[in-house]
């Protein structure tokens, strides 16, 4: 059975050598918000994660919210095994499927059957695997010819097609998803909400980092919200939404009192 447990996990980032004009741009190069911790020497510590303890078990939904910053997605790359806990324990039942950085792996020189093998290949599945499924991601795609051609020639959408038709080719367990990206045309949008749909379905565990409250509302059955990488809330969706927004909107909340 599928099952995340984490206890007191923390995350943090060493930055050396930071002085006041350069500290921004390392903070945005690590894609990573979170509490400065005190100095040592020349060396800063961002505390993107600090002391992170939940469960989540078989039929879990969860949506991720906070401000950019709030350590949505270093918790995402925890989960994805992309960083591992500076102090705390992670223990991860079941094999994780991340739809993190859907471009990864893909190369403008290759062209776009070469780059289904490659990216396949990232994603852990076998040339057997991958060749059982190349038609199926092709037809997918609706990139017909264009797929023996190199992924230089395509527009951006067409690329986009390609790398989510690889990327969602998988048979999750626990899906770990950052956004959900438009990829092109309004056909197309919906073949990709239909896909996201199923894999949400087919899944154990689902945890979504987005923006939109509409769809964890539709999807999710909890939430987490992170504050500064600290938990500021974990359970139900509509408590934890109806707190995040009397957290955010205060003014407004003060006006219907």
């Not at 859907?102 to 776009?112: N, P, R, V, Y």
């Not at 367990?173 to 990829?183: F, P």
């Not at 407004?252 to 009192?257: C, L, R, T």
Request: charged share 20%; with cysteine; aromatic share 6%.
């Amino acid at each position: 059975m599928t099952h995340i447990a984490l206890q007191n996990v923390s995350v943090e980032f060493p930055i050396y050598h930071a002085n006041a004009r350069s500290f921004k741009k390392q903070l945005i190069r690590l894609g990573t918000g979170g509490k400065l911790l005190k100095s040592a020497g020349n060396t800063v510590t961002v505390k993107a994660l600090d002391d992170l303890s939940f469960e989540l078990h078989h039929g879990d939904r969860v949506g991720l919210i906070g401000h950019n910053g709030a350590g949505k997605s270093t918790l995402l790359r925890v989960l994805s095994r992309i960083y591992e806990p500076s102090s705390g324990q992670l223990a991860i039942e079941g094999k994780v499927s991340p739809l993190l950085d859907l471009m990864f792996g893909i190369e403008a020189e290759s062209t776009g059957m070469e780059n289904i093998t490659t990216r396949g290949i990232l994603l852990g599945f076998t040339l057997r695997e991958i060749r059982e499924r190349a038609q199926a991601i092709a037809d997918f795609t609706g990139l017909g010819d264009y797929l023996s051609m190199p992924m230089r020639t395509y527009s951006s959408g067409m690329r986009l097609r390609l790398a989510f038709g690889v990327a969602t080719s998988i048979a999750p367990e626990i899906l770990i998803l950052d956004e959900v990206v438009g990829a092109g045309d309004a056909n197309f949008m919906d073949k990709a909400k239909a896909r996201l749909n199923e894999l949400i379905d087919q899944s154990s565990i689902v945890v979504l980092a987005t923006h939109s409250n509409e769809m964890i509302a539709q999807v999710c059955n909890k939430v987490i919200w992170l504050d500064a990488g600290k938990l500021r809330f974990f359970g139900d969706v509509a408590t934890g939404l109806a707190q995040y927004y009397a957290a955010t909107h205060p003014d407004a909340v003060a006006a219907n009192d």
